[in-house]
């Protein structure tokens, strides 16, 4: 759509400028369609930055350059406008979305510090951080499910399970991350050069004081970037919800 938007900018610039080709200065012109090019690229991404880049420089060459009306140009300065005009709309436009994604990774790291904070609040408070944990998590992942499975006498028992809970969870069929969060080799994803989660999900063990007390399952729902900050945090409010029920069940 924005696209499609940026094509049409382009074509009533050209249009309105051409009456004034003589007068108006072509230099004025050409920042007129870098602005299209920024404005798409900032709202609609990479893809509707890189189209408005070359929308742009087509209207710029079929109404600005002579001979008029075509896409042909008899003037190498112009040439160079035109193709500096398709390389700067492509830079601005990768450049908008790395800092969209740098400005992505920074909100869900403070998402990650405010849920940590939470959970200590709530484990102070003597609330239930199990709950507080899980729908931390299922949020700031957007998992499908998060599951906190602890252990008994009898086996294995869910104490919380948030999100879609009707499948039957099978702990070992998935990658258990260690105490840091890291991925093991062979089951790191990665996507556009970021690291994402196995797709079946994730286990953490929570363990106090040596003693293994159950697991952390996380099923992502989408491919969300699980980045080395994210992953620690993740293994932080384990390791958070292990000690919190090896204390309790001290007293």
């Known amino acids: 759509m924005w696209a499609v938007g940026a094509f049409v900018a382009s074509l009533l610039i050209g249009l309105l400028v051409e009456p004034f080709r003589s007068t108006i200065g072509l230099e004025n012109v050409v920042i007129l369609y870098l602005l299209v090019v920024v404005a798409a690229a900032a709202v609609g991404g990479r893809a509707a930055g890189i189209a408005a880049a070359v929308s742009a420089a087509l209207a710029y060459d079929f109404f600005l350059t002579s001979p008029y009306h075509t896409l042909v140009i008899d003037s190498l300065a112009q040439v160079i406008t035109v193709v500096l005009l398709v390389a ?21 790291h403070a998402d990650a510090i405010r849920l940590l904070h939470q959970l200590t609040e709530t484990a102070a408070a003597g609330g239930a951080v199990d709950r507080v944990a899980a729908e931390g998590l299922q949020g700031l992942l957007g998992a499908r499910r998060v599951s906190i499975l602890r252990r008994g006498p009898a086996g294995f028992a869910v104490t919380v399970d948030v999100g879609e809970t009707q499948a039957p969870l099978d702990v070992e069929a998935l990658t258990h991350l260690d105490r840091e969060g890291r991925i093991p080799p062979g089951h790191h994803r990665v996507l556009d050069g970021t690291m994402i989660l196995p797709r079946e999900g994730v286990a953490l063990d929570l363990v106090a004081h040596q003693q293994p007390l159950g697991y952390l399952v996380v099923i992502p729902g989408r491919d969300v970037p699980a980045d080395r900050t994210t992953r620690l945090a993740v293994a932080a409010v384990a390791n958070q919800v292990a000690v919190v029920a090896s204390e309790r069940s001290q007293r």
């Open 88 to 108: 700067t709309g492509v830079v601005v436009s990768v450049g908008g979305r790395v800092r969209r994604r740098s400005a992505v990774a920074a909100e869900a």
